[in-house]
């Protein structure tokens, strides 16, 4: 039986589809698709369904940015008859030290590293801290960036590196920051790193790590209103600014292109 807009989320359920699974349900499809990387990420997208509802279109999550890039690559290999629009998180690829895939120009990618960043920025949530929450928050970025820069240098070296650890880890375990800080033999830290951080956290730094910042302030026990990062992303979503804009109208665009090639048989 072919799909319909309700029965084609799957973003709750468990185990996670594989991506012969999602394959198999795109074949069945009667709604143009956006492929989306995790089922968190599906707040900020299905607020831009609903802005493109004349379109009908849905947003499905596959999991992560792997699983979207390997549904792309066996949808050009074997086509299907609705047009599949991709989204991922630029991850690394933000830095210009990672070599980005000069073959994906039909994916959509986020401005910053990550859809929490967008959102971030969209959603202007620092202004949800105190004067008080801010300064700490703040100095609590600097603390994590110091060592953060230095774990991702590591990473373009191709040393094995701890980038993605929670901050909660690194600024409450003084033994960790301490070992990790510590240059290796003829290692030199990298300032140029830091200062880019630093300077356009909210572009540069992993989006989930932004985020856990921000709710050791937001989600504090001492907090009379706290904060969840669902809600987070929900308030960035509903201020509809520059990123969601960018990014509905790059769906819009890229349904519009595709909707007017040949459909397969």
Do not use: C
Not at 93 to 110: A, K, M
């Amino acid at each position: 039986m072919a799909l319909t807009k309700e029965n084609n989320k799957m973003g709750s359920e468990k185990p996670r589809p594989t991506v012969d699974e999602i394959y198999a349900l795109l074949k069945k499809t009667e709604l143009p698709t956006v492929l989306v990387e995790g089922k968190d990420d599906i707040i900020f997208y299905r607020a831009i369904e609903n802005e493109l509802g004349k379109l009908e279109v849905d947003m499905l999550p596959a999991g992560n940015k792997q699983a979207v890039l390997a549904l792309r690559e066996k949808i050009k290999a074997h086509p299907i008859a609705m047009p599949i629009v991709f989204i991922v998180d630029k991850d690394l690829w933000v830095h210009s030290e990672v070599t980005y895939p000069n073959d994906i120009e039909d994916v959509i990618t986020t401005s910053g590293y990550s859809i929490e960043n967008d959102l971030f920025r969209d959603g202007e949530l620092e202004i949800l801290m105190t004067p008080d929450e801010r300064k700490i928050f703040k100095e609590e970025l600097i603390k994590f960036s110091r060592w953060y820069a230095l774990a991702l240098s590591r990473n373009f070296k191709g040393i094995e590196s701890s980038f993605r650890t929670n901050p909660g880890k690194v600024l409450d375990d003084s033994s960790f920051y301490d070992q990790e800080i510590a240059l290796h033999k003829d290692e030199d830290y990298p300032e140029p790193i830091f200062t880019q951080i630093t300077a356009e956290y909210q572009h540069y730094l992993r989006g989930k790590s932004l985020f856990s910042l921000l709710l050791r302030q937001l989600a504090a026990s001492k907090r009379d209103v706290k904060f969840g990062s669902k809600q987070l992303m929900w308030i960035g979503a509903s201020r509809k600014g520059a990123n969601f804009e960018r990014i509905k109208l790059a769906v819009a665009t890229a349904l519009g292109k595709t909707q007017e090639e040949p459909l397969a048989a």
